[in-house]
Nanobody
Framework: VQLQASGGGLVQAGGSLRLSCAAS????????MGWFRQAPGREREFVAR????????RYTDSVKGRFTVSRDNAGNTLYLQMNSLKPEDTAVYYC???????????????WGQGTQVTVSS
């Protein structure tokens, strides 16, 4: 599966952004999908993931209640709705695909190119 992330940008603290990840190939609906982010000087970290059918989601503690992951299997697209953004959310955000449930970066085999999110204070 090939992935293309988009939707990043510059936003003030408290604002919202919606990231999209367009997938090509026939394996999107059979893939567990995740969002990760990497801030300057830091390791890439797990943000959220969603099950194949979309019925199960999981978030890192720092984004719970603010971010929502969803997917449209008919349209081969993954989303991340980000509300109440904070300066510490500033990072490059990546979408990724996996064959099983995991929060670990090394378990994801297919990655998008990343989209920059910058939150100003």
């Amino acid at each position: 599966v090939q992935l293309q992330a988009s939707g990043g940008g510059l936003v003030q603290a408290g604002g919202s952004l919606r990231l999209s990840c367009a997938a090509s190939g026939r394996t999107f609906s059979s893939s567990v999908m995740g969002w990760f982010r990497q801030a300057p000087g830091r390791e890439r970290e797990f943000v959220a993931r969603i099950s194949r059918g979309g019925g199960y989601t999981r978030y890192t503690d720092s984004v719970k209640g603010r971010f929502t992951v969803s997917r449209d299997n008919a349209g081969n697209t993954l989303y991340l709705q980000m509300n109440s953004l904070k300066p510490e959310d500033t990072a490059v955000y990546y979408c990724a695909a996996n064959t099983h449930y995991s929060d670990l970066t090394d378990d994801y085999h297919y990655w998008g190119q990343g989209t920059q999110v910058t939150v100003s204070s």
